[in-house]
């Protein structure tokens, strides 16, 4: 009687149970291999979607005399076409100073301007009149686009690596 008791008790605990669980997925065939998501859409090259990595480099790099330090760049129409540019080859251009506050010299090709009155700092890279890039060693209010800034140690260091005061400079931009 107890054994009767029991197991009616049991099938009364487990096998509404059993009947409500969910259907376990089928497990993946060897041939069949499981597809995952995948959020972020690479083109290979494979396709003609027309569309194109448009992933922004935090950083570009700047070259004077055989030293190189990063810029951290802007995310503006400007700096995308300035990275657009620079995977095709690096830009190479003179630069003078001028003010004792800057260095600038010509592109060698226009990006677009977005220009708002701001006052440069030290370690500023900006764009004027959209072909000019200015690298600012002190400090200046007027119209520009702000590309990035230098990320250096001290403002020595800076005026160091601009050759603040000494003459024109070969500056090499890059990825």
Not at 58 to 85: C, M, R, Y
Not at 100 to 112: Q, R, Y
Not at 141 to 155: C, M, N, V
Request: aromatic share 6%; with cysteine.
């Amino acid at each position: 009687m107890i054994r009767t008791l029991a197991i009616g008790i049991l099938s009364t605990l487990i096998f509404p149970a059993m009947l409500s669980c969910e259907k376990l997925p089928d497990p993946v065939q060897p041939d069949q291999p499981k597809q995952e998501k995948n959020e972020k859409h690479e083109n290979n090259g494979n396709d003609n979607s027309g569309e194109t990595d448009t992933t922004m480099p935090e950083t570009i790099k700047i070259t004077v005399s055989g030293k190189t330090l990063p810029v951290k760049i802007e995310d503006n129409e400007a700096t995308k076409a300035l990275v657009a540019a620079l995977s095709e080859a690096s830009i190479t251009y003179e630069a003078h100073d001028y003010g004792g506050f800057e260095k600038v010299g010509p592109l060698g090709l226009t990006l677009p301007a977005n220009n708002s009155q701001i006052t440069t700092q030290p370690g500023d890279v900006i764009l004027y009149s959209g072909n000019q890039i200015v690298l600012f060693y002190g400090s200046n209010t007027w119209s520009y686009t702000r590309l990035g800034k230098i990320q250096y140690e001290s403002l020595d260091e800076l005026k160091s690596f601009l050759k603040a005061g000494e003459g024109n400079i070969s500056v090499t931009l890059s990825l």
